[in-house]
């Protein structure tokens, strides 16, 4: 029985997708990016393409890998990160390994590629796919009553802008860059921060948190961004260990992408 799945992205939501999926006995291959923009790092997977090292996750261990690699990483029970950024990488790596699923977990909150014919059973996370048309179910990322519900003919709720509460606080949780430029962090993720501390740079311009809390995720190094571009998160609960761990959010739409796998999965297990 085929039991591979492809989750596009190794980003903190992606991650905990594809922990769950891993530790429900399939087999997981993460496409990502040669720079990853992920804030979350010191919970996600793509952090084995910044450190190009292997990276564990509670428990489970991504590391790089070229394609002719995947399959024997699998086997050592192992997810392989391949690099795929253009279309037609995409496609080598699925016409290669034929997984029964693709999971678009870029959250991109638009379709930028991914379509029905990709595999037998294709899920779109979050706003930006429509269920029945270019993927065969969507899952809810907005936080709140229905986050994780999966949805087989329609729509994720429309992006807001406007990250879920916690600890009182939304829009405020995020650092977000002041200008164009180089970004360069001076914070490690987990430092306790207040409300004005530098936890990095933008040129010459300081980033600044808005609230007190622990420094959730920040950007990695040296990476050009832009005005307006997401470079960390204050978790005002200062929880530390939650740095390091998949989130409540990610757990749940990990739980929703199961369901939705399972429910189409079952028809298509001869394939």
């Known amino acids: 029985m085929n039991k591979l799945v492809i989750v596009k992205s190794g980003g903190d939501i992606a991650t905990g997708i594809a922990h769950r999926l891993y530790q429900s ?3 997981v291959v993460i496409l990502e ?27 489970v261990t991504a ?8 399959r024997t990483l699998i086997e050592c029970g ?16 699925i016409a290669a390994l034929k997984p029964v699923a ?3 977990a870029i959250i991109a909150k638009r379709n930028i590629g991914t379509q029905l014919t990709d595999a037998p059973v294709v899920i779109g996370v979050g706003p930006g796919f429509t269920a029945g048309e270019d993927v ?5 990322t907005m936080r709140g009553h229905e986050l994780g519900r999966v949805i087989y003919q329609g729509t994720a709720i429309e992006n807001t802008g406007i990250p879920g509460e916690i600890g009182g606080f939304t829009l405020e949780r995020l650092i977000k860059s002041p200008a164009d430029g180089l970004f360069i962090g001076c914070r490690q993720i987990g430092d306790t921060v207040a409300a004005g501390d530098i936890v990095g740079h933008v040129g010459d311009i300081p980033v600044k948190a808005a609230i007190d809390g622990v420094l959730r ?8 961004v832009e005005t307006g571009m997401k470079l960390g998160d204050v978790d005002p609960r200062c929880r530390r260990e939650h740095c390091f761990t998949i989130s409540d959010k990610a757990r749940a739409v990990g739980g929703g992408v199961l369901e939705a796998l399972l429910h189409l999965y079952i028809p298509c297990r001869d394939l």
């Open 78 to 93: 192992l997810i392989p990160v391949l690099l795929a950024e253009e279309p037609q990488s995409v496609e080598k790596v």
């Open 33 to 59: 990016t040669a720079l990853p923009t992920v804030v979350r790092r010191a919970a996600a997977f793509a952090q084995a393409v910044i450190q190009c090292a292997p990276v564990t996750v509670e428990g």
């Open 217 to 224: 995720g920040l950007l990695q190094n040296r990476l050009i």
């Open 102 to 104: 693709v999971v678009d």
């Open 25 to 27: 006995n399939f087999q």
């Open 136 to 140: 065969h179910a969507v899952v809810e």
């Open 63 to 70: 590391r790089l890998a070229k394609l002719d690699e995947a």
